[in-house]
């Protein structure tokens, strides 16, 4: 049996241009043997999540350092819902503040990651995920 | 020791090298009638220029102070003021004016940040730096869809010229110089900013400030721009062209490696592509047919100033050099003003760290005083929680009175240049323009910048030097204190965070609502039209978009308006 690649739409939302931090995590979660989509920049909560669903990801990771994580968070993870992609893992990193970090994975959405965390730490959350929720999903 | 392993003394050595004597003489000469002309300028008021124990320290020193001479040392440092530049771009640099302490600062609607900028101003800050949030950076006005949950988080709200006169109320633009980070849309931001001082009664011809109007640099690493690169080109020659006569004595552009170097390239890459870009925007002033004498000096720079402390420094120096020598031997300027690069610094933003975040300080203090060794211009240091947030005041204070102790504490602005003739700082300097130069070479090759900007060059140069960065960090071959080792202490997270709540979004929403409630509609439209019917033309779009402004139209609909005939820039996604 071979393993499926882990498949991560990296996502850039808002008007917010830095992408250093995407770029970085997007080449580090390909060189772990991951599939990566990378959205580019400027991208709509609506057009990440239609992405999302095209290209079957398990895992949406959203790059904000614009401060407007309080926003397109939740609107991604409904639009999420709303398309009946819940089962996608939603992840991120960015500017946030440790409290924004808690109410945000009340709401439902995944692990952050904030500045200073090496990449191995984000390919690691998320084969752990995948591993617990995802693994045996397209075998047979 | 005999005497006879006494060293020769250069004149001595001179005496037997008849070359050698010549230059000697001729350096002895030149420093006698710098510091002749330059050595009794006006001092800053009541400052002592004598170190701490009491020895009087010169306004410059050169080779001949330690008995030594460098044969280099006329062709690649000279005199401070003098081509090349090497050792700063003004004669007497800080010994006569510090440099402009300009903290880039901006949250929330224009009414907050007119009073952060107050209580900068009252805490002795000497410039303001205007941070604008991302929907006018973009070009969307505070009530567009696309600007949700970004009104005035990431910098000030202003979406016309009301909001750029209650950003300025009371705060004399006579007087205060300020700047602006502005890209794509600076034609309307410079805009408003000139209807604001004209309405104060600035005489717009005597203005002094800067917006920053560098988009190349946004294609390559910052990626606020509104129009393709033509079309944006175009409109920064507009306006070169208008305000070389009307407001010549404003900096109508400040060619910047900042953000190239926080996207992630390295301190050649930043000073290699910021000068490319710089002599790209030449070259269009000098095609539009401008004399270069004319606009060159209107141009000034902006850098990064990250951790490798000597570096950095080399980095300035070669900079002024390398533009010096271009735009004298290439772009045939006369005037020395056109040879000489100005520049405003600022402390490296990525280099500030969410562990420990005091030790932010640290960093920025040794950042600052590498951009005052390099003889910048102006300086923001950062604040030690802008990792985290926007800065709270108390953090805003901290960071200004770092530059405070190192202007009034340190004793660094006494002397010019002071590491000049150090082995390692020359070394690098050199080594700087030797690599610069090569980078220019290279993308000569590849068809100049626009075409290296669409094939992607630069955006896949600078995220290979951040992986690089990156992967140097995660295999602890790069320390970072508090990241990857000296972790201990990372728990403590306890700072305050200055927050933005959603309420300002609602209160910016309702300015604008109000402005378009009371403006004379029919004025609004009238302006825009000519605005469009000017861009279809192909005029010089200043004036037509100054209308529009005074008729209060506002960011949103000035863009609207040139998009529809100039098309909106996509990026094609590199990965």
Request: glycine letters at 8%; a negative charge.
């Amino acid at each position: 049996m071979v393993e499926r690649k882990i498949r991560v739409l990296v996502g850039k939302p808002g008007l917010d241009g830095h992408d250093r931090g995407a770029k970085v995590v997007a080449a580090a979660l390909r060189d772990a043997g991951m599939e990566v989509i990378y959205t580019g920049l400027h991208q709509t909560p609506e057009q990440i999540v239609q992405a999302a669903i095209q290209e079957d990801v398990d895992v949406v990771a959203l790059s904000i350092l614009s401060g407007a994580h309080m926003t397109l968070f939740p609107r991604v993870l409904n639009l999420l819902r709303e398309e009946g992609a819940d089962h996608v893992l939603l992840t991120g990193g960015g500017i946030i503040p440790s409290e924004d970090m808690e109410k945000l994975q009340e709401m439902g959405v995944g692990q952050l990651f904030g500045p200073g965390t090496p990449t191995t730490d984000a390919v690691a959350y998320i084969r752990e995920w995948f591993t617990k929720n995802r693994a045996g999903d397209d075998e047979g | 020791m005999g005497e006879e392993k006494k060293r020769p003394s250069i004149d001595e050595l001179s005496a037997e090298n008849q070359g050698l004597k010549a230059e000697l003489e001729k350096l002895r000469r030149e420093r006698a009638a710098w510091l002749g002309k330059y050595g009794s300028v006006p001092k800053r008021d009541e400052v002592l220029f004598d170190t701490l124990s009491g020895c009087e320290v010169q306004p410059l020193y050169t080779p001949l102070d330690i008995g030594t001479y460098d044969p280099a040392y006329a062709d690649k440092l000279g005199f401070p003021g003098e081509y090349p530049f090497t050792r700063g771009p003004y004669t007497t640099m800080y010994r006569t004016r510090l440099w402009t302490m300009r903290q880039f600062s901006g949250f929330g609607t224009s009414e907050e940040t007119n009073q952060r900028y107050k209580y900068l101003l009252d805490h002795g800050q000497t410039g303001l730096s205007v941070a604008f949030d991302f929907p006018t950076l973009m070009g969307y006005d505070s009530d567009d869809r696309r600007s949700e949950g970004e009104v005035g988080v990431c910098g000030v709200a202003i979406s016309s010229l009301a909001d750029m006169e209650t950003l300025f109320d009371g705060i004399p633009l006579k007087d205060v110089s300020v700047s602006m980070t502005i890209n794509g849309p600076a034609m309307m931001l410079y805009c408003f900013l000139l209807a604001t001082a004209e309405k104060q009664g600035v005489d717009i011809r005597e203005f002094r400030g800067t917006i920053q109007n560098d988009i190349l640099k946004e294609y390559m690493a910052q990626h606020a721009w509104i129009f393709p690169p033509e079309p944006a080109l175009k409109i920064i020659a507009d306006i070169f062209e208008w305000s070389s006569v009307n407001a010549p004595k404003f900096n109508t552009i400040s060619i910047s490696g900042y953000h190239i170097r926080e996207a992630g390239s390295t301190a050649l890459q930043e000073l290699a592509f910021t000068l490319k870009n710089g002599f790209t925007y030449v070259e269009k002033g000098i095609k539009r047919g401008l004399d270069v004498n004319e606009f060159a000096p209107r141009l000034s720079f902006f850098w990064d100033v990250h951790n490798d402390f000597f570096e950095e420094i080399a980095k300035f120096r070669a900079a002024r050099r390398i533009w010096a020598r271009h735009m004298k031997e290439i772009y045939g300027a006369k005037d020395p003003d056109s040879w000489r690069l100005r520049t405003h610094a600022q402390t490296a933003g990525v280099s500030l760290m969410a562990q420990q975040p005091e030790n932010n300080i640290t960093r920025v203090a040794y950042q600052g005083l590498a951009a005052v060794l390099g003889g910048t211009q102006s300086l923001h240091t950062n604040a030690l929680d802008e990792t985290l947030a926007l800065p709270t005041e108390k953090a805003v204070r901290i960071a200004l009175r770092t530059q405070q102790i190192l202007a009034y504490e340190t004793g660094v602005p006494s002397t010019i240049d002071p590491l000049a003739g150090s082995y390692y700082v020359e070394w690098l300097t050199d080594q700087m323009e030797e690599g610069a130069e090569r980078i220019f070479a290279e993308i000569d090759e590849m068809g100049g910048v626009v075409k290296g900007i669409e094939d992607g060059y630069f955006q896949g140069q600078i995220a290979l030097s951040a992986e690089r960065f990156q992967h140097e960090v995660e295999t602890n071959r790069r320390i970072i204190v508090g990241v990857n080792d000296f972790t201990g202490g990372n728990e403590d997270l306890s700072i305050d965070l200055l927050r933005i709540g959603p309420e300002i979004e609602e209160k910016q929403r309702q300015r604008l609502a109000d402005l378009r409630e009371r403006r004379d509609q029919a004025e609004v439209d009238g302006a825009l039209e000519r605005l469009a019917e000017a861009a279809r033309n192909d005029e010089n779009l200043m004036e037509p978009v100054l209308d529009a402004v005074r008729a209060y139209a506002t960011l949103g609909e000035i863009r609207h308006a040139l998009e529809k005939i100039y098309g909106r820039f996509r990026e094609p996604v590199f990965f």
